[in-house]
């Protein structure tokens, strides 16, 4: 049973391009939740999706960042017109539903943008 | 004032000692607390869930929730070099989201 799956592991984009985050969740995991980790800090909650719905996105920039987890396939953090304050770690989590669950965490995403 | 708030560290123990890791958190609507270890360069890992006040054990290592003083803590018995690692506290809050404190960083020495 394969984990929390995200790619790529590593990501490099220049000053102005678009970054584009994928997560597969677990197998039978509905939910997911994507966090951003600074160097040196803890994870913040960026949004909270499940299929077809964002259900939370109090955590995301207002502009240029944006996420979706579609009927079919991966869910997507998308960052348009990236700039060097968005390099950091971002990690994607999933759980079978809502309740005293933990989450089971992806190996993230390392964005650098040069 | 941050939701949840946990010491940085680093920390620095000797192999076989006992570590303590603490948090506290300011919102007493929320009871379920979450441990996470993350290693270097990788993805935070569940170590223990707890609920409301009292202890849970899961072999070498204590959860314990203290409701009255707002205190989460984390207890490593007999610590191990395997050990060393980033901490994360965190509270489940509303819309099912985890709020995470800092991160303590342990490190064991042999």
């Known amino acids: 049973n394969a984990g929390v799956m995200q790619n790529p592991r590593h990501l490099v984009r220049r000053r102005g391009q678009e970054a584009r985050l994928r997560c597969s969740p677990m197998?039978?995991?509905?939910?997911v939740y994507w966090y951003r980790q600074l160097p040196e800090e803890g994870l913040k909650f960026m949004v909270y999706?499940?299929?077809?719905?964002?259900?939370?996105e109090s955590g995301m920039p207002k502009e240029r960042f944006s996420a979706e987890f579609p009927k079919e396939g991966p869910s997507i953090l998308r960052i348009q017109q990236v700039v060097r304050g968005d390099s950091a770690a971002y990690f994607c989590?999933?759980?079978?539903?809502?309740?005293?669950?933990?989450?089971?965490f992806g190996s993230g995403t390392r964005l650098t943008v040069v | 004032q941050k939701e949840v708030e946990q010491d940085p560290g680093p920390l620095s123990v000797p192999e076989g000692a006992i570590v303590s890791l603490n948090c506290t958190y300011s919102?007493?609507?929320?009871?379920?607390f979450m441990w996470y270890r993350q290693y270097s360069r990788k993805g935070p890992e569940l170590l223990m869930y707890?609920?409301?006040?009292g202890n849970k054990e899961d072999g070498r290592f204590t959860a314990q929730v203290d409701k009255s003083s707002k205190y989460i803590s984390l207890f490593i018995r007999d610590s191990q070099p395997s050990d060393s690692a980033t901490y994360l506290c965190?509270?489940?809050?509303?819309?099912?989201?985890?709020?995470f404190g800092a991160g303590t960083r342990l490190a064991v020495h042999p």
């Open positions: 989590a999933s759980s079978p539903t809502t309740g005293p669950y933990g989450y089971t």
């Open positions: 197998k039978g995991h509905s939910h």
């Open positions: 999706l499940q299929k077809e719905n964002i259900i939370d």
């Open positions: 919102n007493s609507a929320f009871q379920y």
């Open positions: 707890t609920y409301s006040s």
């Open positions: 965190s509270q489940k809050g509303g819309y099912n989201k985890l709020i």
